[in-house]
């Protein structure tokens, strides 16, 4: 069974950074072969929403319109873990964050895609 761990949520102004990590096991990622891992959040009172994928092994990544320029998404073969760093943060940015991961292809923002899921993290943008 595939588990997925996100932290590095937290608190922060508006305009500040947090990074965000989807620790994943037992499997490398890379063993999924092509496999894509995504970001969602999710507001108070809103869907879930994703902001960010990445095809692991092609590095192709995608972003939703409203965190482009802003967000990025990368791997760490190395450590097993997907990030999510978040620049220029801005209070309607303010949800639980949850990583997921699904087989290829990668080509959807759907959550009922998307056949693993970590618990989420919290994160609070102040104006």
């Known amino acids: 069974q595939v588990q997925l761990v996100e932290s590095g949520g937290g608190s922060v102004q508006a305009g500040g950074s947090l990074r965000l990590s989807c620790s994943v096991s037992?499997?490398?990622?890379?063993?999924?072969?092509?496999?894509?891992i995504a970001w969602f959040r999710q507001a108070q009172g809103r869907e879930r929403e994703g902001v960010a994928r990445?095809?692991?092994?092609?590095?192709?990544?995608y972003f939703d319109n409203s965190v482009k320029g802003r967000f990025t998404i990368s791997q760490d073969n190395a450590k097993n873990t997907v990030h999510l760093q978040m620049n220029s943060l801005k209070p309607e940015d303010t949800a639980m964050y949850y990583c997921?991961?699904?087989?290829?292809?990668?080509?959807?923002?759907?959550?009922?895609?998307?056949?693993?899921w970590g618990r989420g993290t919290q994160v609070t943008v102040s104006s």
């Open positions: 997921a991961a699904r087989g290829w292809p990668c080509d959807t923002f759907t959550p009922g895609d998307f056949a693993y």
């Open positions: 037992p499997v490398s990622i890379n063993a999924f072969g092509s496999s894509c």
């Open positions: 990445i095809g692991v092994g092609t590095d192709r990544t």
